[in-house]
């Protein structure tokens, strides 16, 4: 898929209603249940789980922008529960995240190993837009960075949860922790999603099953190129 | 810092197992040790319904509700699915009308009650209500904590590998940073031992008052016993009262162990007196059925009441006997033996 760059400030990128994002064509990807049964770090999950009881959204619709100084992701899938608070101790919230190989060729499904690290990006309902920085190499070594350079904004809306989620294209306090863009490059980037409603956490969600690549495109804004 | 994987295996290895004793025949119901364990450390928000320390009356439902058919544990082996309570089965803290009796001046006409949403639920809600028809009514007290199993279901089902076991001690401690608050461990515990923090969305436990334990002052809840109750030592310390108890005098026994996660607090089963036949005769049965204990404690608990009865027997005759007086526990300090 192609990030193109665009005239307009951070405020306007990341507002889920704005029209920056009108004309940017969405790319529709297919998701599919996290292989739960072969998770090295739980054998609990996988004697109880069964892995068709969950991944229950099946797809997601993502865009991409850039303004030279950060990066913005469009996520939009169809959720009829909307799962913003954890209520009870049996009740779980709904979550979007974002894989981003760091080094060589990490596979999705792995989450990284430790000759090739991932960088995660974890958006839950209940962070208050304020998601977090995580680093992976390999299933169950998850790892939250002690700070966060991301930002969000999200709304659910009849029956669909929008969240932009982004950050500056480079940030030098983390170069071991996250991934850093440069306009001209290709990277890789894959989604999950968690449902609250099926209790999906930890492992249990659906996933991309594979990286797709995200074009950064450098040089003159969209608008500009096209007129 | 890369975060290290480590085998579930090596996250349940200790060189030594601190181990606990309760003798339910001394036990008073008196919370002491629940008040005691809340005080020091689940006084925070988002705690209130945690009680890593809890007495209830036995028979019962338990806490939080129905907690012994929420499943959980391992079945030959094997992982077993759990259900996670909720908040409705731990209830939810009463707010009563102090303003309304105290500074209304209804006092004299108007008595102090919940206000809101009546609460059906709560730590100790069944208290003295136990089972059985008069005469032979029956019940005891059952104190519970974590029982820092050498098998535990809450370090096997954590996939972010939050949980261990401290190698020097086999103390089970869940790690707040690596927590997510996923509950899989509050669904994997049988004895639903591991609890939610709602402010902190993480989940907490009992940790056998390490802090204590370090400076060599014994755990919270056993030193605030004012019945004596509660033993501290090394389970394999020969010299310790609770190897004396579970493997030499083989009185004390783990709560439900066919759950098969090892539990390293040990009950002294409770005896009771004889049960009254109809026309008032003494039975020759105890008034607390052995098949009610043989469910909580497994079938070994018939002879651990035999050697009671046995050594009590001996004493009785002028005899004397090791298992009664470290039962009876003159000495305080003799009940806590915290080095090797």
């Known amino acids: 898929m192609k990030c193109d760059k665009v005239n307009h400030t951070k405020e306007e990128i990341l507002d889920p209603g704005s029209p920056v994002w009108d004309g940017v064509k969405a790319e529709k990807i297919a ?24 991944g229950k959204v099946k797809s997601i619709e993502v865009k991409s922008l850039h303004n030279g100084k950060e990066i913005f992701f469009w996520c939009r899938w169809k959720d009829d529960t909307e799962n913003r608070e954890i209520t009870d101790v049996n009740t779980f919230v709904d979550g979007l995240g974002m894989m981003f190989p760091m080094k060589g060729d990490a596979k999705i499904e ?54 932009i989620m982004g950050r500056p294209l480079t940030v030098k306090a983390q170069l071991k922790e996250a991934v850093q863009f440069k306009p001209g490059q290709t990277f ?14 930890g492992g249990a969600m659906s996933f991309s099953v594979y990286f797709r690549n995200l074009d950064l495109v450098d040089g003159a804004p969209a608008k500009a190129r096209k007129g | 810092m890369a975060y290290e994987v480590l085998k579930k295996a090596d996250l349940m290895k200790s060189k030594r197992q601190l181990a606990m004793v309760i003798d339910l025949n001394k036990c008073i119901g008196c919370h002491t040790c629940t008040i005691g364990c809340k005080r020091l450390w689940t006084e925070d928000e988002g705690m209130a319904h945690m009680y890593w320390n809890d007495v209830v009356t036995v028979p019962g439902r338990g806490y939080p509700r129905d907690w012994q058919k929420l499943g959980g544990g391992y079945k030959d082996q094997m992982p077993q699915k759990g259900t996670l309570p909720t908040k409705a089965d731990y209830g939810e803290a009463w707010e009563f009308n102090y303003e309304e009796v105290f500074f209304q001046g209804k006092g004299l006409d108007t008595h102090l009650k919940p206000t809101g949403t009546a609460t059906d639920w709560g730590p100790n809600w069944e208290e003295d209500q136990g089972a059985g028809e008069y005469p032979n009514s029956y019940y005891f007290y059952l104190p519970r904590i974590c029982n820092h199993c050498s098998k535990p279901a809450c370090v096997e089902a954590c996939p972010r590998n939050a949980l261990y076991k401290r190698p020097e001690d086999g103390i089970v401690l869940q790690d707040q940073e690596r927590c997510q608050g996923y509950r899989y461990c509050n669904e994997a515990c049988p004895y639903k031992k591991t609890y939610f923090n709602f402010k902190k969305a993480k989940s907490q436990k009992c940790i056998f008052c390490y802090p204590r334990l370090e400076k060599k002052v014994a755990n919270a809840c056993a030193r605030m016993c004012p ?22 005098w083989k009185v004390a026994l783990p709560l439900h162990p066919e759950f098969e996660t090892e539990p390293n607090v040990f009950y002294v089963p409770p005896l009771s007196p004889p049960q009254y036949g109809p026309d008032g005769s003494l039975l020759d049965e105890p008034r607390i059925p052995i098949e009610y204990l043989k469910s909580l404690f497994g079938p070994a608990v018939e002879e651990a009441l035999n050697t009671l009865k046995e050594e009590m027997g001996k004493r009785r005759n002028g005899g004397s006997s090791e298992l009664l007086d470290i039962l009876i526990a003159r000495r305080f300090n003799d009940m806590f033996k915290l080095e090797v």
Request: charged fraction near 30%.
């Open chain 2, 227 to 248: 019945g004596r109750v509660r033993w501290v030592s090394y389970k394999e310390d020969k010299s310790g009262p609770v190897y004396k108890l579970t493997e030499k």
């Open chain 1, 188 to 201: 890789k980037a894959g989604w999950a999603v968690m449902e609250g409603s099926n209790n999906e956490r």
């Open chain 1, 110 to 163: 792995e989450m990284g190993s430790k000759k090739e690290p991932v960088n995660l990006w974890y958006w839950r309902a209940d962070f208050d837009d304020k998601p977090h920085n995580l680093t992976a190499q390999g299933i169950g070594s998850t790892q939250a960075s002690e700070k966060s350079f991301l930002f969000s904004k999200s709304k659910w809306e009849n029956g669909y949860w929008t969240v």
């Open chain 1, 31 to 54: 998701l599919d249940s996290t292989p739960i049964n072969t998770i090295p770090t739980s054998k609990y999950i996988v004697e109880t789980i069964k892995r068709e009881k969950i």
